[in-house]
Each structure stands twice: as structure tokens, then as C-alpha cells.
Antibody
């Protein structure tokens, strides 16, 4: 069974930092692009970042570029999201998702999410 | 700001057919395949349709997708009470170099 388990969310002040983790199981981790998607309370989904299986390619949404860094440790089946210079508008549930392998681009498995609250 | 536009809500009675539209541009839907996700309140999104019209294993056949030029649609035939959820379209955007989601549509079963 494929599982994605996020952790690391919490309350942080504006300007602060937080690192999210997502531990994967049930599949060959380094065969898949891993993605972070966020959802502000009561709002829609927003893609945040993704990283290729072997780490050679990373992409970011413009709203987080220069502040967030995605990384992964394939030996630990874990993907991270380092979030610096946090803003109130970064408050959201952060979901880790696996991108399907092969030619089809879609997010085929999702974690349950971890809540990040940026507030003074 | 979301770059794919969906109606905020859609509704129908049990057994009816409901259709949700998703409008984009040449850099996203016009160039790439469209996916649809279903999300229940308090839950994580789940893939419903990928590559415009394909269903992942376990998704009922009453869900179908289509795409034409820069727009896409999700249809739910034989609407059931358990289909009450939020639905999002998504596609890769070549200009933004990002995966973009639609604004989301809340489906209600009357």
C-alpha cells in the first residue's frame, strides 16, 4: 500500500522558518517526481514545488521562489520543503503528492497534509 | 492566482448528469493534458481523471472527462449522494513552468 506521511507543520511567526517532511512507503521512491501542493483554509489547491526522482530538476511556483527549497533523501524515502521568510499568506495545509511515472503527468497519490500557520 | 477557471458550484438530483467546465489558455490546456481531482471536506485530494479522459483504477465509470482546444469538462453521470465534493481541474502550464489548478467547483446533490 502506498503511503505518504507529512510532518513538521505548526505555528510560526512572519519571517520565520519551518521544514516539512514527507515520508513515503509502498513504492520505489526514486522512480517518482515528488510534489508539494498547498491549500489555504477554505480555498483552492495551489501547486508549490516539485523535484525529480534523482534530484536533477526542481520547479517552484512564483509565489514561493527564492523562499522555499525542495529537497529529498532517497535513502530515507523522504522529501522535504524548507520554508523561509514565511508570510501570513503561506498559511495553508501542505500536501505531499507523488507524480505518476511514465508519460502521464498527474498526482496519483496524496498524503493527508500538515497545517502551517503563519501568524504573530 | 488560479489560471484555470471553473464555475464555483454545480448541482443535480440523484441520477442526473452534471457537467463541470474548466477554461484555460494555449499555454496550459491548449498544450497539455488535463487532470481532475476530487476532494471531500477535511480530506486530501484524489485523482479522478488523468490525461483528459482516463480513469485511475477504482474510479467509477460514471466519471468521464473531455478536452477541446483550451477547455475541458468533467461529467458525472448518474449522480449519487456520495459525489458531493469539490472538484478541481489541473494541467501543466508551459509559460509559467508550473502545474496549475482550477478554481474548484463544489458539487451538491439536491
Amino acid at each position: 500500500e502506498i503511503q505518504l506521511l507529512e510532518s513538521g507543520g505548526g505555528l510560526v511567526q512572519p519571517g520565520g522558518s519551518l521544514r516539512l517532511s514527507c515520508v513515503a512507503s509502498g513504492f520505489t521512491f526514486n522512480d517518482h517526481v515528488m510534489t508539494w501542493v498547498r491549500q489555504a483554509p477554505g480555498m483552492g489547491l495551489q501547486w508549490v514545488s516539485e523535484m525529480s526522482g534523482r534530484g536533477g530538476s526542481r520547479h517552484y511556483a512564483d509565489s514561493v521562489k527564492g523562499r522555499f527549497v525542495i529537497s529529498r533523501e532517497n535513502s530515507k524515502n523522504t522529501v522535504y520543503l524548507q520554508m523561509d521568510s514565511l508570510r501570513v499568506e503561506d498559511t495553508a495545509f501542505y500536501f505531499c503528492a507523488r507524480r505518476s511515472s511514465g508519460t502521464y503527468y498527474y498526482l496519483d497519490n496524496w498524503g493527508q497534509g500538515t497545517l502551517v500557520t503563519v501568524s504573530s | 492566482q488560479p489560471v484555470l477557471t471553473q464555475p464555483p458550484s454545480a448541482s443535480g438530483t440523484p441520477g442526473q448528469r452534471v457537467t463541470i467546465s474548466c477554461s484555460g489558455s494555449s499555454s496550459n490546456i491548449g498544450s497539455n493534458t488535463v487532470n481532475w481531482y476530487q476532494q471531500f471536506p477535511g480530506g486530501a485530494p484524489k485523482a479522478l481523471i488523468y490525461s483528459n479522459n482516463l480513469r485511475p483504477s477504482g474510479v467509477p465509470a460514471r466519471f468521464s472527462g473531455s478536452k477541446s482546444d483550451t477547455s475541458a469538462s468533467l461529467a458525472v453521470s448518474g449522480l449519487q449522494s456520495e459525489d458531493e465534493a469539490d472538484y478541481y481541474c489541473a494541467a501543466w502550464d508551459d509559460r509559467l513552468n508550473a502545474y496549475v489548478f482550477g478554481t474548484g467547483t463544489k458539487v451538491s446533490v439536491l
